[in-house]
């Protein structure tokens, strides 16, 4: 049955009913106040979201503290320090490693970014009112590598009854000469008066091209069917990762870096992850060793 039948088929048994009965079936009133509860229901989501994230906001501040050496720890933490007993304070490379657990980061993350990610000290995520969506900061110590102290990715989103993605923006890193880890990108540039994507290059992977993220071409409608899909699976893959930092890396940081996040994703997401990076490694063109 295709659907314009299966709508035919409804119509047909509505007018049956009413006929039958002489009842007016107020269809439009029904999913009016349907309509109207759910979106009372996201605004209350959203309220209870926030509600819970200034809850956690503590935790997460003493968690920076454990990791940061601003603190004594003890118990499990307190083991992956004397592991690492050479004087530095805290947790060394904590968070490059919870990245690492992660499945869908792990692939991301190549050798030469591994000493600069070593000095990442906290990401955090919060809501975005105006404009819609949501941000993510990673906070970085002094380091040799590039000048800023933060570095920013957003998400816009626009609202409604299923949030879209809109587009994503990043900080512009302030490389010091010499280090730049992204020279030149690896992802398919647009090139609008040929209404396809280019590859620019195939070297210099990075995770840092995270923070420049391709713009989204002023009309869409000019490109080809393939270069619309290589467009959308990348921005699809983009909002992922954003995702799985603000929704289980951030909130579930120390289990990803004692690795039970790992053993329980494995257990729950083997087969639909092993899909999605499949797909990944062939749109990313990422490098298999990672070097």
Not at 88 to 100: A, D, Q
Not at 120 to 126: G, M, R, T
Not at 137 to 153: A, D, G, M, R, V
């Amino acid at each position: 049955m295709t659907s314009t039948n299966k709508y035919l088929d409804i119509t047909e048994i509505a007018i049956a009913l009413r006929n039958e009965n002489q009842v007016a079936i107020p269809y439009g009133t029904l999913y009016g106040v349907h309509d109207e509860h759910e979106v009372e229901f996201l605004k209350e989501m959203a309220v209870l979201k926030a509600k819970y994230q200034n809850l956690y906001q503590p935790l997460y501040a003493k968690r920076y503290e454990i990791v940061n050496g601003l603190v004594e720890v003890h118990g499990t933490l307190n083991n992956a320090i004397k592991d690492h007993d050479d004087g530095t304070k805290g947790i060394p490379n904590f968070w490059l490693t919870v990245l690492k657990n992660n499945e869908v980061l792990a692939h991301k993350i190549f050798k030469r970014d591994e000493e600069l990610l070593q000095y990442l000290q906290d990401i955090k995520w919060s809501m975005m009112e105006s404009p819609k969506g949501f941000k993510l900061e990673f906070f970085f110590n002094k380091n040799p590598y590039f000048k800023n102290s933060i570095l920013t990715k957003i998400y816009h989103m626009i609202d409604g009854e299923e949030p879209i993605l809109e587009k994503a923006t990043g900080t512009e890193i302030e490389w010091y000469p010499g280090k730049c880890l992204t020279p030149t990108s690896p992802m398919e540039k647009l090139v609008e008066k040929k209404a396809n994507f280019v590859s620019k290059s195939k070297e210099h992977k990075s995770f840092f091209h995270f923070f420049s993220p391709p713009e989204i071409p002023a009309r869409r409608d000019n490109l080809d069917e393939e270069s619309a899909d290589k467009f959308e699976k990348y921005m699809e893959q983009d909002y992922d990762i954003g995702t799985t930092i603000r929704d289980k890396i951030i909130p579930h940081a120390i289990k990803w870096f004692t690795g039970e996040a790992q053993a329980s994703s494995y257990d729950h997401d083997g087969d639909e992850d092993s899909d999605d990076e499949e797909s990944n490694d062939e749109d990313y063109s990422d490098e298999e060793s990672n070097d």
